[in-house]
C-alpha cells in the first residue's frame, strides 16, 4: 500500500551533476526516517544519505560535501542532488522510508522503492 518511485537516475560523466526524486505514496510526515542507499555490482547495499523528521541528516564519508538530502513536505517527495560525481558512485539507488511504531503503516524493515541506476563515465 506504501509505495517509494525513484527517478532522476542515468548516465553522467566524471564531475558532472544528478537530482534523484522519490515520490511517496503517503504524506512524508508519516515516517520518521527517509534516506537513500545504493547498491554497487559485487557490494553490499550501503547508507548513502538520511534525513529524520527534525531534519537532522547523515551522509556516508565517501559523499559527504559533495551529496545533499532534501525534502519536500507538500509534494511527499525526497531528494538527493548529486555534485561532483566520480566512477565509484556508480551503483542503484534506493529510496527508503521508515514509519515509526505508532503509525498504522509501521513494520521494522521500513519501505523501499524500485531502485534507479546512476551510472558515472570517467
Known amino acids: 500500500q506504501v509505495q517509494l518511485v525513484e527517478s532522476g537516475g542515468g548516465l553522467v560523466q566524471a564531475g558532472g551533476s544528478l537530482r534523484l526524486s522519490c515520490a511517496i505514496s503517503l504524506n512524508i510526515f508519516e515516517f520518521n526516517v527517509v534516506g537513500w542507499y545504493r547498491q554497487a555490482p559485487g557490494k553490499q547495499r550501503d547508507m548513502v544519505a538520511t534525513i529524520f523528521i527534525a531534519d537532522t541528516t547523515t551522509y556516508a564519508d565517501s559523499v559527504k560535501g559533495r551529496f545533499t538530502i532534501s525534502r519536500d513536505n507538500a509534494k511527499n517527495t525526497v531528494y538527493l542532488q548529486m555534485n561532483s560525481l566520480k566512477p565509484e558512485d556508480t551503483a542503484v539507488y534506493y529510496c527508503?522510508?521508515?514509519?515509526?511504531?505508532?503509525?498504522?503503516?509501521?513494520?521494522?524493515?521500513?519501505?523501499w522503492g524500485q531502485g534507479t541506476q546512476v551510472t558515472v563515465s570517467s
Open positions: 527508503y522510508a521508515r514509519p515509526p511504531s505508532s503509525s498504522v503503516h509501521y513494520t521494522p524493515r521500513g519501505y
